[in-house]
């Protein structure tokens, strides 16, 4: 008798929802002439004097293994870095840990801080890995849902009465957020801030797309007074540097959990890729510029998107970071699932439906501008068309 593979794959698994994202990516990559606004990946290359090194790297045979917690210049760097850009400040010895992306963080993070069962609210619309990882980690993700009149912020009154009604006493943030585009001003970070002190609750903040911030000095939640010891700052290369295919991120926090999430590590990924440790030093030390070139060519191509969507009559609301436009289509009538799949095959654009997100991402859709101007120009005019259409 052949053997069931289905009913060998843990329930964990089996209920756990494809990534939405990756479903258009696969629709996308079958239509030659498609545009994809769906990827959230930068369309730039690694900038030169990472690639560089990474070339030299492999040239001297750094081929092996590295310290479970990444190579020590790194971490000085990620150390400095930090302290430069954020104002806020680590022990490279034993506050940091590099990982194989900030994917590898999330997870980490949730199998350190949940016991089976235990609670973990965090904002959406949201990231597809938030829910994933905390029920892989055998927690139980609480959403909190958050609304376009707020700015997709999450406020401080949501925070106080999630935390309250769910027990929970992790809060996973997620700003500039994936996909709205949105930022929490200092005002809000503050009240949340205290909020988190008046519940004792440990922060996990993802911030990689805190470089990608416009026009406002980015922050960063340990920042805030009081916060450092309760976050944990999750961050990496792969956006503000262009370099998602290298897999490299790090966790900055206290010393005990980085500790923990170190055991879990060392028994699964080892070390992060010791070329894409030694290219990220370069990209650390010499790389600012790129990202600052990045970030403004990002921003221009925010100002066309935003411009565009809402000259074809879709109320956007105007994101303030990370490379997302988030525009409503609820007065269509259509579904964010059936408006993506007909702008798809009508007109050869992908973007993402906003449910995708969390329910609450029901009438929007997520459009990454990371591509080149002409073809978000082009795209934007295929959208025209196609609710000239309905
Ligand atoms: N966090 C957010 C909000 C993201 O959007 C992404 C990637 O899209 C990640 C984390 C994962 O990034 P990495 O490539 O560092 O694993």
């Known amino acids: 008798m052949p053997i069931d593979t289905a009913s060998r794959i843990a329930h964990r698994v089996r209920e756990l929802p494809p990534s939405p994202i990756r479903h258009f990516f696969g629709l996308v990559e079958s239509m030659p002439d498609a545009i994809s606004l769906s990827i959230g990946e930068p369309d730039f290359v690694t900038p030169w004097c990472a690639r560089e090194t990474g070339i030299f790297a492999l040239e001297k045979g750094h081929t092996h293994y590295t310290h479970n917690l990444g190579i020590i210049e790194l971490r000085r760097e990620i150390s400095q870095y930090l302290a430069r850009r954020f104002g806020v400040e680590y022990n490279p010895e034993n506050e940091i ?144 540097f262009a370099m998602t295919g290298w897999r490299l991120g790090y966790v900055a926090g206290p010393a005990e959990i980085i500790a923990a999430m170190n055991k879990i590590h060392a028994y ?63 007065h269509t009538g259509l579904s964010s699932v059936e408006f993506a799949e007909r702008l798809l095959m009508q007109e050869r654009v992908a973007v993402v439906p906003g449910s995708g997100f969390g329910e609450c991402g029901e009438g929007y859709l997520r459009c990454c501008y990371a591509t080149a101007m002409p073809l978000i120009e082009e795209a934007m005019t295929r959208m025209q068309r196609f609710l000239n259409t309905l």
């Open 268 to 330: 699964t990924a080892m070390c992060a890729p010791r070329l894409a440790q030694e290219a990220a030093v370069e990209a650390l030390r010499n790389g600012q510029d790129e990202v600052d070139r990045m970030r403004e060519e990002y921003d221009q191509r925010r100002r066309v998107v935003i411009s565009r969507l809402r000259s074809m009559g879709l109320p956007c609301f105007e994101p303030e970071g990370a490379f997302y436009a988030f525009p409503s289509i609820a």
């Open 97 to 240: 840990m590099v990982t194989v992306g900030v994917s590898e963080g999330l997870d980490l993070a949730m199998r350190t801080l949940l016991n089976d069962g235990e609670r973990v609210v965090f904002p959406q619309p949201s990231y597809v890995a938030y829910p994933a990882t905390i029920t892989m980690a055998g927690g139980v993700a609480v959403p909190m849902p958050t609304q376009e009149a707020d700015a997709f912020q999450l406020t401080a009154e949501q925070l106080d009465a999630a935390v309250l009604s769910s027990g929970a006493r992790v809060t996973l943030l997620g700003y500039p957020n994936n996909p709205t585009g949105a930022i929490l001003p200092r005002e809000r970070l503050d009240a949340l801030a205290a909020v988190a002190a008046r519940h004792d609750l440990l922060v996990v903040s993802d911030e990689i797309y805190l470089e990608l911030t416009y026009g406002r000095e980015p922050i960063s939640f340990a920042a805030l007074p009081g916060m450092r010891d309760r976050t944990l700052l999750l961050s990496g290369f792969s956006k503000a």
